[in-house]
């Protein structure tokens, strides 16, 4: 059996479609959100190794579970973020819920509906955030519009993905009733071009995702460190531009993303925009509070 570093693909966070533990956050939180991230990445490069079979890819990561909670071997991938939980006093659940969306990955390839997708993003997408807000010693009340936020992202890397997934993976994101409404089988995943009938399903899907995205929006207002506040807009700006190009472009033969420069230029709408929200929200609390000590 091969290692969990073998199995590794290569990616970082500088190729993930939106912002991880970008430059807008304090230096201080960077460290433990890219030891988390990089542990991971390498958990999801298991689950989605193309020739590794199943139960060797289970293996992996109970073998990458066991070294995060020190109840087993040391490995590469685990060490970092285990001392990082010790050394700021975090939790370990956010990182073993992921590790239960790989085994899922592993284990199931369909969704029946959008609750069931949702189940999946509770364990895939939502512990992200929440290890994020941690990391920041934000309260929990900003995690269930960070989940929303978190989802809305997951089900946008779906739908780009949605073709490759299932010619690489056999693996299909798109709940099987959407499918149905729409008359259509898993089968037009693999076609070059999408069909007007999943073009549509693709179209209501990421309708769903953008009112998951709507769900989200008070929380850069709810994030009291400013600069995590910045980032959270920056990404709600880029995932807004996607699902409208989502709607616009075919995933199956255009690429549903923005450019180097498309991405820094959205981004920076959404910090722009996120500061100027801040100052008037910071600008009517000093106004209320000095009219109710008049």
Request: net charge positive; hydrophobic share 45%.
């Amino acid at each position: 059996m091969i290692t969990a570093s073998e199995a590794c693909s290569g990616k970082s966070h500088r190729d993930e479609n939106f912002p991880v533990a970008s430059r807008l956050l304090q230096p201080s939180h960077r460290p433990p959100i890219l030891a988390f991230y990089r542990f991971v990445r390498a958990a999801d490069d298991v689950a989605d190794h193309p020739t590794l079979p199943s139960d060797e890819k289970l293996a992996l990561l109970d073998y990458l579970e066991h070294a995060l909670t020190g109840r087993g071997p040391t490995a590469p991938e685990a060490e970092p973020l285990r001392r990082w939980l010790v050394e700021r006093d975090l939790p370990v659940r956010h990182a073993l819920d992921l590790l239960q969306a790989f085994r899922l990955d592993v284990r199931k390839t369909r969704y029946a509906d959008w609750p069931d997708l949702m189940s999946y993003c509770a364990l895939s997408a939502m512990p992200v955030g929440r290890f994020v807000l941690d990391v920041h010693g934000e309260p929990p009340c900003t995690w269930p519009a960070s989940d929303a936020l978190c989802a809305a992202l997951q089900v946008i890397n779906h739908l780009r993905d949605c073709g490759k997934d299932y010619r690489t993976l056999d693996r299909v994101y798109v709940p099987a009733d959407f499918l149905a409404t729409y008359g259509i089988s898993v089968e037009a995943l693999c076609a070059t071009r999408a069909c007007p009938q999943l073009r549509a399903c693709i179209a209501d899907l990421a309708d769903r995702a953008a009112q998951l995205l709507d769900e989200s929006a008070p929380l850069p207002g709810l994030i009291a460190d400013m600069r995590l506040g910045l980032e959270v807009a920056a990404i709600r700006r880029l995932a807004a531009t996607l699902l409208v190009r989502l709607r616009r472009r075919d995933p199956l033969s255009e690429p549903v993303q923005l450019g180097r420069a498309g991405f820094a230029f959205t981004a920076m709408l959404g910090v722009t925009r996120g500061l100027v929200e801040r100052i008037v929200r910071r600008g009517c609390a000093r106004l209320l509070s000095g009219r109710q000590a008049s």
